[in-house]
């Protein structure tokens, strides 16, 4: 008589950042039960990641006969002579806390398990774009599929329900504006712009971490208090007060030598120095003229709110990521679009899963 594995209740998809961490709690037919976010400053060490990983077992609720899938790009910080060492260390960690139920996600290779990470370290570095676009291409025919989060921003055409991305490696991807340093809470407004118009005129920016986009879009009111994790520029707090302080010394000021209306105006011209950082990438992916004239952009991440700004602006239509998923309640939704790898990794899974590939 041939045993059979049970299934597994749920399965975790985790998403492991080099600032934040991202674990999904989904059901075998795809529901998401529960989307959570937490601090995981991992250049300051490894036993960040154990905090972190630990914080959401915890508010999870610790899931028991759960199946893990795990992606990640926190092989990138420094605290890593490279990113097959990091690649390496982060799943010896994960493994020995999370258990033998695991698997990591290596883009075309697929879910791969502990014993097979070294060989497929370049498939599972940096690889949780895929995850998200490989989900959001078996939604969708066509379009532009763009994830703005706290530090980069990711654009992944879909053709014919597939992703068309012309890079694999970070560094490919940054040469053809498939992945793009600047996000909505991490970015030091120096990157921005060197000069800004402030009170009448062109002002030289300050070359130093003053502030961050974090201060800019708390400002304006779009950034989700939920979402702002980030510690500040100056390790102070998130008031509007220290906020103002902070992009006053981006223009050599204190916030007192004016009112807050004029500090919201500079923060929306650093908006707007973004927006076109961001509107020449997609200009750039559109150029390549794989999807039809005015095919959606799908919005995912902390900055949504940009993707459909962008979408406007270009005469496209607008799609939420999180539309297109299934979740029990609004907020996990709205979180699984926040993190959707995460939950885009856990639903890959499953359906390996079910078609017996899975590690």
């Not at 370049?122 to 703005?148: C, E, H, R």
């Not at 000069?195 to 070359?207: D, K, L, S, Y």
């Not at 707090?237 to 223009?251: H, I, N, P, W």
């Not at 990438?281 to 559109?286: F, K």
Request: aromatic fraction near 6%.
């Amino acid at each position: 008589m041939t045993e059979t594995t049970p299934s597994p209740q749920h399965y975790l998809g985790w998403d492991i950042g080099g600032a934040n961490l991202k674990v999904a709690l989904v059901r075998p037919d795809g529901i998401a039960v529960k989307v959570i976010q937490v601090p995981c400053p991992l250049w300051q060490g490894m036993d960040r990641l154990d905090a972190a990983i630990d914080l959401a077992l915890a508010e999870l609720g610790g899931p028991g006969g759960a199946k893990h899938s795990v992606t990640m790009t926190g092989e990138l910080a420094d605290i890593f002579p490279d990113r097959a060492s990091g690649v390496w260390e982060i799943a010896l960690r994960t493994h020995a806390m999370l258990g033998s139920e695991l698997c990591f996600f290596a883009g075309a290779s697929g879910f791969v398990p502990l014993a097979q990470v070294q060989q497929h370290a370049n498939a599972i570095a940096s690889a949780n774009w895929l995850a998200s676009a490989a989900f959001v291409a078996t939604k969708l025919q066509q379009g532009l599929f763009i994830d703005i989060g706290s530090t980069t921003a990711d654009f992944v055409l879909l053709h014919d329900g597939r992703p068309v991305n012309r890079g694999q490696t970070d560094a490919e991807r940054m040469q053809h504006e498939e992945l793009v340093y600047t996000g909505v809470a991490r970015t030091s407004l120096m990157a921005l712009a060197s000069r800004i118009p402030f009170a009448g005129q062109w002002q030289n920016v300050a070359a130093e971490h003053f502030a961050t986009t974090a201060d800019v879009y708390r400002l304006t009111g779009e950034l989700d208090p939920a979402e702002d994790m980030a510690a500040t520029a100056d390790g102070a707090g998130k008031s509007m007060d220290e906020t103002c302080r902070r992009l006053a010394r981006m223009v050599g000021r204190d916030a007192d030598d004016a009112d807050k209306t004029a500090w919201v105006h500079l923060a929306q011209a650093f908006r707007q120095q973004q927006l076109a950082i961001l509107r020449d990438a997609v200009l750039c992916n559109l150029s390549r003229n794989v999807v039809r004239p005015g095919a959606p952009f799908i919005g995912a991440g902390a900055g949504v709110f940009l993707v459909r700004e962008l979408a406007q602006q270009l005469g496209h239509e607008f799609l939420a990521a999180s539309s297109l998923l299934k979740a029990e309640s609004d907020q996990a939704r709205n979180w699984a679009g926040v993190c959707l790898p995460a939950y885009a990794v856990a639903n890959l899974g499953i359906t390996a899963n079910s078609q017996e590939r899975a590690c």
